[in-house]
């Protein structure tokens, strides 16, 4: 039974559309986070909700809006996708401040071309 | 300047050999800190956890913060091929804030 899982897996897409991951976690954690991965292995927090609430929101794009329909899930939508944005994004879920550590869900590879 | 800087790498060691992996970071803040293993095409999963300065120790791996050196360090005792990853150091000062990775030291153990 997995803890944090991401659909899809991998999401190969042409530049100017618009895509969608979802994450659902299953542990009763209540706060979750976006994390992009570059080519370089760099973690780099996009954002991050607790119990349904936005409460970390790095310098993003516009073109990127999560959306938190309950504390189990935590969905991102990427409009307008550019070449800039292919890389690995990991979804993670902590019980709450997350100082004793993320449980990270497996990652979407995206590919913009 | 980086608020966590990691060597990354890569590194390659002989079948049970001792390995030591190394963050610096500069916020003096920093509190928690800890490490996890990333296998490839896998998310990273958490390895080690550990609260200000110590050490801490679990099977193979032992975990050491020094707070006024800024230093943290992951050793592997007797080191296998399925250690092969790469390491991500991360640490956060608590509360309600994010934690900062480092950019992941990539292991290679040869047989």
């Known amino acids: 039974d997995t803890a944090v899982s991401q659909t899809p897996k991998y999401l190969v897409t042409q530049m100017g559309n618009d895509k969608s991951i979802k994450c659902e976690q299953n542990?009763?954690?209540?706060?979750m986070y976006w994390y992009k991965q570059d080519s370089k292995k760099f973690l780099k927090i996009m954002f991050s909700?607790?119990?349904?609430?936005?409460?970390i929101n790095e310098t993003v794009p516009n073109r990127f809006s999560p959306k938190s329909p309950d504390k189990a899930h935590l969905n991102l939508h990427i409009n307008s996708l550019e070449l800039g944005d292919s890389a690995v994004y990991f979804c993670?879920?902590?019980?709450?401040?997350?100082?004793?550590?993320?449980?990270f869900g497996s990652g979407t590879r995206l590919t913009v071309v | 300047q980086k608020e966590v800087e990691q060597d990354p790498g890569p590194l390659s060691v002989p079948e049970g050999a001792i390995v030591s992996l190394n963050c610096t970071y500069s916020?003096?803040?920093?509190?928690?800190f800890m490490w996890y293993r990333q296998y490839s095409r896998k998310g990273p999963e958490l390895l080690m956890y550990?609260?200000?300065?110590g050490n801490k120790e679990d099977g193979r791996f032992t975990a050491q913060v020094d707070k006024s050196s800024k230093y943290i360090s992951l050793f592997i005792r007797d080191s296998q091929p399925s250690d092969s990853a790469t390491y991500l150091c991360?640490?956060?000062?608590?509360?309600?804030?994010?934690?900062?990775f480092g950019t992941g030291t990539r292991l290679t153990v040869i047989p």
């Open positions: 993670a879920s902590s019980s709450g401040t997350g100082n004793y550590g993320y449980t």
């Open positions: 542990l009763g954690h209540d706060t």
């Open positions: 909700y607790n119990n349904k609430e936005l409460i």
């Open positions: 916020n003096s803040a920093f509190q928690y």
């Open positions: 550990t609260y200000s300065s």
């Open positions: 991360a640490m956060g000062p608590g509360g309600a804030n994010n934690l900062f």
